[in-house]
């Protein structure tokens, strides 16, 4: 006799709770809202884009590693790092410096990132 194997959880296979509510219970309530005639009509979400503002790494470099940790920790992405397009002496921000970090997710990595933001962090 074969002995089966459990079936392993694999997040790719998950549909994303709420895209499904978006497309069962959001776009009609739009489509008799506002008289849309047809569902592709409705406007959709594409893309979610997380930015970090780093002010304190012109004085410290440890900053930039902790808050990508973090970022990558909250978003399950490597952030990019943005850097300064021109030197600003008022500031002490000098060209090619990094002040920033973004992550831009999209498809089912958007939909749960956003599932968890609005349920977890934003109603407690």
């Known amino acids: 006799m074969v ?4 079936e392993k959880i694999n997040p790719e296979n998950l549909a994303p709770r709420l895209k499904a509510k978006y497309n069962d219970e959001v776009i009609p309530e739009m489509m008799k ?5 047809n ?4 406007p959709k979400i594409l893309k979610t884009t997380i930015n970090v503002g780093l002010g304190e790494a ?4 440890n900053v930039i590693q902790i808050v990508t940790r ?7 992405q490597k ?10 002496a008022n ?3 000098r060209e090619e410096q990094v002040i920033g970090l973004s992550v831009t997710l999209r498809s089912n990595n958007m939909w749960f990132f956003l ?3 609005l349920n977890i962090a934003l109603l407690e």
């Open 3 to 6: 002995a089966k194997q459990k």
């Open 33 to 37: 809202e506002f008289k849309f005639s």
């Open 39 to 42: 569902k592709l009509m409705v």
């Open 58 to 61: 012109l004085a410290s470099s």
């Open 70 to 76: 973090d970022l990558q920790l909250i978003t399950g």
């Open 79 to 88: 952030p990019i790092e943005r850097k300064a397009k021109k030197s600003i």
């Open 91 to 93: 500031f002490k921000l």
């Open 115 to 117: 599932d968890r933001l």
